[in-house]
């Protein structure tokens, strides 16, 4: 009859405690419902041209957890980079990034170098590495960067920055009026998003 | 009377836009937009001349008021092939000045130049010809001028090697040979004020962040009553920021009456995409080479600074300070420049300036500051 009860109340602790101990932490950073936006900086040759561009902020949601596990993705809207020029513009998107075809450009994390045992907490980060996948101009590979996140009680102010070889992308080098666009390209992103816990099963 | 002569430009100005005249040269400017090299725009390592298809897209699109999509080509309707840049500059003044000996109105003849530089694999070949207006011409030969000509190997994307004639890197490049920088130290003077481009062999070094110009100057000896400068140059600058400039320029000079060395920094920093600031100062070291064992030394120096905010698109707000003594132990070589004015670039092809300045210019006699005005309207083609 004792075994019978502790097993009972064995099996009902279990039964209660299981639910929560199943489950990690697990944050969301909402870039659909961020502020932000987006930089490219290239070198135009010869004359050493800067070409600082803008876009839109990207979107998407991004998920990580304090069991370590990332996950999500942001795109971002090709239609909306702009170079200052409206020509140069227009070559870019038309020519060489071919925004009809390809719309957009989606980055997919899949590690990130801030400790799991920030989730949820407040703090400020320098130059935290992450990695993900880059698809675009139909064409995904394995890109690396650094961000800098500020992490408050409701919301994340990020800036990341990475750089790409355009020819990776079989995109061809651009050339317009006589300047050549260098093969890389240095890409920043600036959001200000919403953060909210979610419960994740393991 | 000034209200006169302000009512004259006015119509002038008028007159500019219904007629579309205008402007060309370097636009060291320009910086605030992240344009740090002269190259961007020009085929010359020290700007202005011909212009690069860069440099007529940005005309169109950055430097200009308003523009019609192809209105940046040579000539408005000229499609040169790859391998040619055409260009060309009209440019003249009216100016105003009521000073306490005399107030007088006059137009100025600047330019008149036709250009091109054709692209052959690693070379550039580039040559000016035009039109002057010579005090005393003696044959219709006098009348013609080629101010530049050159030829200009790239052996890298940032390496060159050019010559020809042309002006010695030195300084901010600017068409304004006016300014108390160029006047005053008689560099870059065009002829026939001064003694014009020199012929020279140039080294140019064109980075992302750093540039270097190291020129041998050979002076005139296509004519050798001139006496223009042979020595060297050097100017060293770097690149802060994306939208900011400074640099050092070095140069020596000697001929048969003086001996020179001239140093001096100078800046071209955007604050914003609107607002700059272009400065230069250059002191001087001049050795007259007046008899044997007698060599003084005069010590001098002038300065120019402009601050300009563009309000519209192409159209900026200028404020001017200049400030020379070209010898440090004679007060009367005391020169003082305050002016405000616009300066704008409604469509490509044009350009036009119309400042107030109050001067004062010891040398002249003038001890008190005195009314200056100018209209300067420029045709890039």
Not at chain 2, 13 to 39: I, K, Q, S, W
Not at chain 2, 302 to 320: C, K, M
Request: proline share 5%; net charge negative; aromatic share 12%.
């Amino acid at each position: 009859m004792k075994l019978q009860k502790g097993l009972f109340s064995a099996t009902l602790a279990f039964l209660i405690a299981a639910p929560f101990a199943a489950h990690a932490s697990q944050e969301k950073i909402d870039f659909d419902r961020a502020t932000g936006s987006s930089a490219f900086h290239a070198v135009g040759r010869p004359s050493a041209i800067k070409i600082n561009g803008t876009g839109a902020s990207p979107k998407g949601v991004l998920t990580w957890g304090d069991d370590g596990r990332v996950g999500g993705s942001v795109t971002l809207d090709l239609s909306s980079l702009d170079t200052g020029i409206s020509m140069r513009t227009n070559h870019m998107k038309e020519k060489y990034l071919e925004a009809g075809k390809f719309p957009q450009a989606k980055l997919a994390i899949t590690e990130l170098g801030i400790p799991a045992t920030n989730v949820s907490k407040e703090f400020t980060q320098e130059n935290a590495s992450f990695k993900g996948n880059l698809t675009l101009h139909g064409v995904t590979k394995p890109v690396s960067g650094t961000l800098r996140i500020e992490h408050h009680a409701k919301n994340a102010v990020v800036h990341a920055e990475f750089t790409v070889k355009i020819s990776d992308y079989s995109i061809a080098i651009p050339v317009f009026a006589g300047i050549t666009v260098a093969d890389e390209v240095n890409i920043a992103v600036d959001a200000n998003a919403p953060v909210s816990l979610v419960a994740a099963s393991k | 009377m000034i209200g006169t002569f302000l009512r004259l430009f006015g119509l002038l100005g008028l007159g500019f836009l219904l007629f579309g005249e205008v402007p060309a040269f370097a636009y060291p400017d320009m910086v605030r937009h992240g344009y740090t090299n002269c190259t961007s725009c020009h085929v010359s390592p020290t700007g202005g001349g011909t212009l690069t298809p860069y440099g007529r897209q940005l005309s169109r699109e950055v430097l200009s008021t308003w523009a019609y999509e192809g209105e940046e080509k040579p000539a408005y309707f000229i499609n040169s092939p790859d391998w040619l840049d055409l260009g060309g500059d009209y440019r003249s003044a009216y100016y105003y000045e009521n000073t306490p000996k005399l107030e007088q109105g006059q137009y100025q003849f600047m330019q008149l130049d036709l250009e091109a530089a054709a692209n052959y694999k690693a070379f550039t070949f580039d040559a000016s010809a035009g039109y002057q207006d010579p005090a005393a011409p003696n044959t219709a030969r006098d009348y013609l001028i080629s101010r530049t000509h050159y030829v200009m190997y790239h052996a890298t994307d940032q390496l060159a090697l050019r010559f020809g004639r042309f002006f010695p890197a030195y300084g901010i490049q600017t068409p304004n040979h006016a300014l108390l920088i160029r006047d005053t130290l008689n560099i870059h003077e065009p002829e026939p004020l001064g003694d014009g481009e020199s012929y020279n062999l140039e080294g140019s070094y064109i980075g992302d962040t750093y540039n270097v110009l190291v020129t041998g100057i050979f002076g005139r000896p296509d004519d050798p009553s001139v006496q223009r400068d042979i020595g060297a140059s050097v100017v060293v600058s770097r690149a802060l920021g994306d939208s900011s400039k400074v640099g050092l320029s070095y140069l020596y000079g000697t001929n048969d009456l003086q001996k020179r060395n001239v140093i001096g920094p100078y800046g071209m920093l955007g604050f914003t995409q609107h607002f700059y600031l272009l400065t230069e100062m250059d002191f001087q070291a001049l050795t007259l080479k007046t008899a044997p064992g007698y060599n003084p030394v005069e010590w001098g120096m002038a300065e120019t600074s402009r601050l300009g905010y563009e309000i519209v698109q192409g159209l900026n707000f200028i404020i001017d300070q200049e400030f020379a003594r070209t010898q440090f132990a004679n007060p009367n070589t005391l020169e003082q420049r305050y002016g405000a004015g616009i300066w704008w670039f409604p469509r490509p092809h044009l350009e036009a300036s119309l400042e107030y300045q109050q001067r004062q210019n010891k040398g002249m006699g003038y001890s008190d500051f005195y009314d200056y005005i100018y209209f300067l309207w420029h045709i890039y083609i």
